[in-house]
């Protein structure tokens, strides 16, 4: 080999070793996830420390659960997603129709919640709790007591100063099923559920709300003083001083998962299982709290007092209920348009 050609290869053979970082940040993880404040969070917060310890880019995609699971359908066996991060009904008919691949076993998830499990290929990354939202300086000045049971939604006192989302939207499923299982029916016989949110609740209803937006400023212009609605909700509410206040129902505040799962076929799969378990960090987990109002779904995470007392942590986390998603994701459809004309007619 010539000196000249020696160079040239050692020079070649330097490109390369340096070019290695490269072409490992090359690789692109794509996550479907909330936009919003959600979305804020994820590119300001936590990408960049994922990024940088994990020589990895991450192109995040906003939606909401419906519109990502959407995006799978209409890509299916050429996916670009490859982690999807949904409410956990929705996630539920993203495992049935294939689109999650298995979970890989890792130290941080011995540390999650039975509760937040979704068989072998989801799993929540933070408890959302269904239950009523309130003003409570309007309640004061009534001198009311915070709302106790989902039955009080039929109190003649909220009659057009209360706000229920539609069907179309988790928490007003999630009224439906408790209204059935409080009138002796349930997810498989939901005919009590529509009878009592015809004759007894839909009364009393304003509107049926289901922008998180709009439901923000009918509290603020004090059109409603009542809400079903999420503990992260009105923790934003309250955020911006707002005097909103969270109860949750002694006959069982609904449980609500945000979820991930890796998507099937994904070509960075070791960078998306990564993915999940760094949301499932403690240190991830207080984060989300902080800034979503998300509470822990791993056993370690730690809250300061003030979080801890409005979000679902902790004991609270014991007191939650479930609801069926396999039955009601079997008939979700036909409950929306018998919602249309019977309870939002």
């Known amino acids: 080999m010539t000196r000249t050609s020696s160079a040239l290869a050692t020079t070649a053979l ?28 994820m590119k300001e917060l936590l ?46 008919q993203t495992d049935a129709l294939g689109f999650c691949a298995p979970l890989k ?43 106790k049971s989902w039955n009080d939604l039929k109190d003649p006192k909220y009659s057009q100063i209360l706000s229920i989302p539609s069907i179309s939207n988790t928490y007003g499923l999630h ?59 009105t923790k934003s509410l309250a955020d911006t001083g707002f005097p909103a206040a969270f109860a949750y129902p002694e006959d069982g505040a609904v449980a609500l998962l945000m979820a991930a799962c890796p998507v099937v076929d994904s070509d960075v799969p070791d960078e998306a299982q990564d993915f999940i378990d760094y949301l499932l960090d403690p240190e991830v987990q207080a984060k989300f709290a902080a800034a979503m109002g998300a509470g822990p779904t791993n056993t ?18 014991k007191s939650l209920v479930t609801v069926d998603w396999d039955t009601i994701n079997q008939q979700r459809d036909e409950w929306t348009q018998r919602w249309a004309r019977e309870v939002e007619r």
């Open 14 to 41: 330097c490109a390369i070793a340096l070019a290695g970082p490269a072409f490992a940040q090359g690789k692109t993880l794509t996550v479907g996830g909330y936009g919003g404040s959600f979305e804020t969070l």
């Open 300 to 317: 370690k995470a730690q809250l300061p007092p003030e979080l801890a007392e409005s979000l679902p942590y902790g004991d609270k986390i």
């Open 175 to 233: 009224t439906l099923v408790m209204m059935a299982r409080g009138a002796g029916g349930g997810e498989k016989d939901i005919d009590p559920g529509f009878k009592v949110m015809t004759d007894e609740v839909a009364p009393n209803v304003l509107v049926f709300e289901p922008s998180a937006g709009k439901m923000s400023e009918l509290f603020q212009s004090e059109e409603i003083a009542l809400s079903i609605w999420g503990s992260g909700r």
């Open 105 to 147: 076993d890792s130290p941080v998830k011995k540390d999650v919640y039975d509760l937040a499990r979704i068989g072998k290929n989801a799993i929540g990354i933070g408890f959302v709790a269904t239950g009523f939202a309130y003003n409570k300086d309007w309640f004061a000045r009534e001198g009311w007591e915070p709302p």
């Open 47 to 92: 990408i960049p420390e994922f990024e940088k310890t994990h020589d990895v880019k991450i192109a995040f995609v906003p939606g909401n659960s419906t519109e990502n699971l959407a995006r799978l359908q209409a890509q299916k066996g050429a996916q670009e997603l490859d982690v999807v991060l949904l409410d956990d009904g929705p996630m539920y």
